[in-house]
């Protein structure tokens, strides 16, 4: 495995576990609770020609990344296309903040994605 790819699989696992332990979907040494569920955050397997994202967290699909030099439009055109690729509603990048803790990560979208996200939380 490169080192590039070592180091976003690091990334994407430790963000899977955070988010699981921060919904408690997972227990204090690393395993799932019964039941595993569709609310649990997972990375995904990537399967046929359209990609479809390095972590499921439904309604997101979320664009993991760990570089030097952050791209976030592109970032978040990457996650926009993924979630229309898996059929989820809304796309997101989580952008590792260099020398920090997982928990101080970036979480980027657009306005637009943002906009839609409200709308859902504020419907009656």
């Known amino acids: 495995m490169s080192a590039n790819k070592d180091k976003g699989t690091r990334h994407?696992?430790?963000v899977v576990n955070y988010l699981n332990k921060k919904l408690g979907r997972i227990t204090e040494d690393g395993?799932?609770?019964w039941p595993i569920d569709s609310r649990n955050i997972k990375r995904q397997a990537q399967t046929g020609r359209k990609d479809v994202g390095d972590i499921w967290a439904y309604p997101f699909i979320l664009e993991a990344k760990d570089e030097a030099r952050h791209s976030i439009p592109s970032?978040?055109?990457q996650a926009n296309q993924e979630a229309l690729n898996a059929g989820t509603?809304?796309?997101a990048a989580v952008v590792k903040k260099r020398g920090?803790?997982?928990a101080d990560s970036y979480v980027c979208m657009d306005l637009r994605?943002?906009?839609r996200v409200l709308e859902s939380l504020r419907r009656p």
Do not use: D, L, Q
């Open 12 to 14: 994407e696992t430790a």
């Open 31 to 33: 395993r799932f609770k």
């Open 75 to 77: 970032y978040i055109r």
């Open 89 to 91: 509603e809304y796309g």
């Open 100 to 102: 920090a803790n997982i």
């Open 113 to 115: 994605t943002f906009a």
